[in-house]
């Protein structure tokens, strides 16, 4: 252990890292290591990315903050370059995925209350979701293991099981003002939904007024292989949150919503001090620029595919591997009872840093503009840890 006076919320590594480039990071000992964690689908365009190095470096010489009190030319343009490449009317920016699902929740109550009366206030979530830490966002995140220690939380959310719509059906009713998913549940061991699930959900939302809320804090920003993965689906949230790599490893979150969903949202509702600062804004729009307008998404499309083939041929090689799920560079390894741990350490011990989930799953989470030559490095060294399990 570490002596230090941080405070013991992680499990963590006994690793110091001191710097990085591209998907390398060389720890304080000089070691260097394969990261295929990304800080958690967050380092997009891997470490020291000229292009966040830049966007950091020049606006900082100009403005880092001045508050919701004034407009940024950054934060107008970041909103209009998410909504033209999503569809959605209205962005409201925060600092996290929490945050932004906690924004979410607000927006839905509002929704409910202006549509269905003082009584429209139910919340749907799905069994095994992910939605964050704070007490709202941990109010729908369908896990126990996360919210026994913090009850009471907020009320009126009932617990759904994902990929089956009969358990959806059963709860729906006038007084439900919003159904909150992941398109690919996360957390819980990337396990994507079905297309069919995704669009019964839609359509009972539509029956019963309540607003769809998608969580692509995770999947969203171009991991799955388009912007966000409902695109994949072709099923469109009335509201969208994401964050982790939204500012390329700048913390900012975002909510994308549908005129229809924000309209009830009118100053006072909701707020944050830092959120859509023009430092923040500055790296979303550095990371839209590599999404969109170099076809980045095209390049984790084909890395994904080459990437989760490579896997299934290991799979098919080694008994441990049970399945590999994903989309696009979101991928998880299911591995055999018992095997998660054992198996991310002996890839640390191949240099090759991968993240656990929920399900026994190992997760794959380059960054996108991972090459074939480093995704090769990597399926070596992990082949080499799973061969010694
Ligand atoms: C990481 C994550 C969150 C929480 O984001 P923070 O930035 O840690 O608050 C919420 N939802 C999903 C799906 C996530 O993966």
Redo the contacts with the bound molecule.
Sequence with gaps: MIENHVMNTYSRYDLVFAEGHGPWITDVNGDEYLDFVSG??VNCLGHAAPQIAEAVAEQSKKLIHISNLYWSPQQIELADRLCQASGFDRVFFCN??????ETALKIARKYGKAKGGAEKTKIICMHD??????LG?LSVTGQEKYREAFRPLIGEVYDAVFNDIASVEARMDDRVCAVIL?PV???SGIVPADAEFLKAVRALCEKYDALLIF?????GMGRSGRLFAHQKYGVMPDVC?T??ALGGGF?I?AVLASDKASEFFVPGDHGSTFGGNPLACACGIAVMKELVEKDLLGHVEEMGAYLSGRLKELAEKYDVIEEVRGMGLLIGVQMKEGKKGAAIDEALKQRLLLAGAGNETVRFLPPLNVSREELDEGLKRFEAAVAAL
């Design positions: 958690i689908a996290s995925g929490t945050e932004s699902n979701s992910f939605h964050g830490r704070s966002a992941e549940q996360g957390e969580d692509e804090v995770q999947c949150t964050a982790k913390p979150g």
